[in-house]
């Protein structure tokens, strides 16, 4: 019985504690057998009425198990609590020997051999107690370090998140506080420069004012003069003078009046520009008037161009023109409807003009910048298209290009104005649409739509 219950509680400390079903479960079906095997030598000891060879098959059994234990390195870890069975199985074989070797000797002292291997027999279970006892505390000082390092972890985790979100917010405030600054520095670059071209505005109007009165008399003394020439070469042709003085004089007053009538002409257009100023600098009465859109459209396109001229004496452009004769007078706020067209031109032909310089400095020279106008009314609607073949648009600028200070241009050269400008007077004030469309290097559309 003691050679059953020493291998039996050995296979099921070794189970138990090598977890041989999860880790390990092809030894796990071998110590099942093992265990199996200890419980039928048990019932066939008792079954052959307790035979006493049986004792030296115990003992193979025991050896084999021990040889077992310290022949493979998955049982090193339990090598020295097998080693508890060893004093029991040697006092075992020892005891058996002397029973068949020296059965006088044996009688005399075989009472010392059964409680030599009594004591073996105890000290195995001895051992095993306090190796489990010592397992047990093992186990639980491992599951208290386990659930102290989950609950650091959890900590460091918490704090790590906690710290992360707290830079997070850090971050966020720093950048919307960055974000602030930068939008009030352009504020106040583009309240400045607002306040620049208010006072251009207002310098504008009062040169427009002191040059249209010297104008006002350039014009009628020139239109005077015309009429003075020929009241000249009436009377000339009454005199008494040779047909040969008469000529000549009748050429010399006809270079005059050709002089004069050009200095009408270019008088009327210097005037036109000069009011064109004066409307551009005031503010609008808000109130429709009939306004001619094709030649208003043809003015401000012909202004924006002589104004980039006077910046850059070398720039040239086709201005093509696509006029509908057929529109007539619409009503329109004229000054509002100025602004926007001379936005628009200013734009196209800056593209263009950027485009050229581009260009030029790549060494490609044969690059002809054209800014167009086409008008066209339809359904009681007025369409106006204004295009350039300049340096286009991406789609993120043109998502932004209706915003107010927004600008493409370089610090000083735009407002970020005149577009949010004009698409307030389109949209809110004449109840039309104005869009863009634009291939980024070939060109740009703006699309004015109003109902008229």
Same mark, same amino acid.
């Given at each position: 019985?003691?050679?059953?219950?020493?291998?039996?509680?050995?296979?099921?400390?070794?189970? @138990?504690?090598?977890?041989? #079903?999860?880790?390990?479960?092809?030894?796990?079906?071998?110590?099942? *057998?093992?265990?199996?095997?200890?419980?039928?030598?048990?019932?066939?000891?008792?079954?052959? $009425?307790?035979?006493?060879? %049986?004792?030296?098959?115990?003992?193979? %059994?025991?050896?084999?198990? *021990?040889?077992t234990a310290y022949n493979y390195d998955v049982f090193k870890s339990l090598r020295?609590?097998?080693?508890?069975?060893?004093?029991?199985?040697?006092?075992?074989?020892?005891?058996?020997?002397?029973?068949? +070797?020296?059965?006088?000797?044996?009688?005399?002292?075989?009472?010392?051999?059964?409680?030599?291997?009594?004591?073996?027999?105890?000290?195995?279970?001895?051992?095993?107690?306090?190796?489990?006892?010592?397992?047990?505390?093992?186990?639980?000082?491992?599951?208290?370090?386990?659930?102290?390092?989950?609950?650091? #972890?959890?900590?460091?985790?918490?704090?790590?998140?906690?710290?992360?979100?707290?830079?997070?917010?850090?971050t966020l405030q720093k950048e919307q506080l960055q974000k602030t600054i930068e939008?009030?520095?352009?504020?106040?670059?583009?309240?400045?420069?607002?306040? =620049?071209?208010?006072?251009?505005?207002?310098?504008?109007?009062?040169?427009?004012?002191?040059?249209?009165?010297?104008?006002?008399?350039?014009?009628?003394?020139?239109?005077?003069?015309?009429?003075?020439?020929?009241?000249?070469?009436?009377?000339?042709? &009454?005199?008494?003078?040779?047909?040969?003085? =008469?000529?000549?004089? +009748?050429?010399?007053?006809?270079?005059?009046?050709?002089?004069?009538?050009?200095?009408?002409?270019?008088?009327?257009?210097?005037?036109?520009?000069?009011?064109?100023?004066?409307?551009?600098?005031?503010?609008?009465?808000?109130?429709?008037?009939?306004? !001619?859109?094709?030649?208003?459209? !043809?003015?401000?396109?012909?202004?924006?161009?002589?104004?980039?001229?006077?910046?850059?004496?070398?720039?040239?452009?086709?201005?093509?023109?696509?006029?509908?004769?057929? +529109?007539?007078?619409?009503? *329109?706020?004229?000054? !509002?409807?100025?602004?926007?067209?001379?936005? *628009?031109?200013?734009?196209?032909?800056?593209?263009?003009?950027? =485009?050229?310089?581009?260009?030029?400095?790549?060494?490609?020279?044969?690059?002809?910048?054209?800014?167009?106008?086409?008008?066209?009314?339809?359904?009681?609607?007025?369409?106006?298209?204004?295009? $350039?073949?300049?340096?286009?648009?991406?789609?993120?600028?043109?998502?932004?290009?209706?915003?107010? %200070?927004?600008? @493409? &241009?370089?610090?000083?050269?735009? @407002?970020?104005?005149?577009?949010?400008?004009?698409?307030?007077?389109? @949209?809110?004030?004449?109840?039309?649409?104005?869009?863009?469309?634009?291939?980024?290097?070939?060109?740009?559309?703006?699309?004015?739509?109003?109902?008229?």
């Amino acid at each position: 019985m003691e050679y059953f219950l020493v291998s039996f509680f050995l296979l099921q400390y070794v189970r @138990t504690a090598l977890d041989t #079903r999860n880790v390990i479960p092809e030894w796990d079906r071998k110590v099942l *057998l093992a265990r199996y095997a200890s419980v039928g030598l048990i019932a066939a000891y008792y079954m052959l $009425d307790q035979p006493n060879y %049986f004792d030296w098959i115990w003992n193979a %059994f025991m050896l084999l198990l *021990l040889y077992t234990a310290y022949n493979y390195d998955v049982f090193k870890s339990l090598r020295s609590i097998i080693q508890g069975i060893v004093p029991f199985v040697a006092i075992a074989i020892l005891s058996d020997a002397a029973e068949v +070797i020296a059965p006088q000797f044996f009688d005399l002292y075989g009472s010392y051999f059964s409680t030599a291997q009594t004591f073996g027999f105890i000290l195995c279970f001895v051992i095993w107690f306090y190796a489990r006892r010592q397992q047990n505390l093992l186990i639980k000082e491992r599951a208290e370090r386990r659930n102290e390092e989950i609950e650091n #972890r959890k900590q460091k985790e918490s704090l790590e998140f906690l710290v992360a979100e707290r830079t997070y917010e850090l971050t966020l405030q720093k950048e919307q506080l960055q974000k602030t600054i930068e939008e009030l520095k352009s504020t106040q670059n583009q309240l400045i420069q607002s306040e =620049k071209m208010a006072s251009l505005g207002e310098l504008t109007a009062g040169i427009a004012h002191e040059i249209q009165n010297p104008l006002n008399f350039v014009n009628n003394f020139a239109e005077v003069s015309v009429e003075i020439c020929q009241e000249l070469e009436e009377e000339v042709l &009454k005199t008494d003078l040779g047909q040969s003085e =008469k000529d000549y004089i +009748i050429e010399i007053l006809g270079d005059l009046s050709q002089n004069q009538q050009k200095i009408v002409h270019h008088g009327r257009r210097a005037d036109s520009i000069v009011k064109g100023m004066l409307q551009h600098s005031r503010s609008s009465s808000g109130e429709k008037e009939p306004t !001619d859109v094709n030649a208003l459209a !043809d003015e401000y396109m012909r202004l924006a161009y002589h104004g980039l001229r006077a910046k850059d004496k070398e720039f040239n452009a086709s201005l093509v023109t696509e006029f509908d004769e057929h +529109i007539g007078l619409v009503d *329109l706020m004229p000054q !509002d409807m100025g602004r926007v067209f001379l936005n *628009l031109f200013t734009n196209a032909f800056y593209a263009v003009s950027e =485009k050229k310089k581009g260009l030029e400095a790549d060494g490609i020279t044969n690059y002809k910048p054209e800014v167009k106008i086409a008008t066209k009314k339809f359904d009681n609607r007025l369409f106006v298209r204004v295009e $350039d073949n300049g340096i286009g648009m991406s789609e993120s600028v043109i998502a932004k290009i209706f915003q107010p %200070f927004f600008t @493409t &241009k370089p610090t000083g050269q735009g @407002t970020g104005l005149g577009l949010s400008m004009s698409y307030d007077i389109i @949209t809110n004030a004449h109840g039309g649409i104005l869009d863009v469309e634009s291939v980024p290097g070939q060109k740009t559309v703006f699309k004015i739509e109003i109902p008229v």
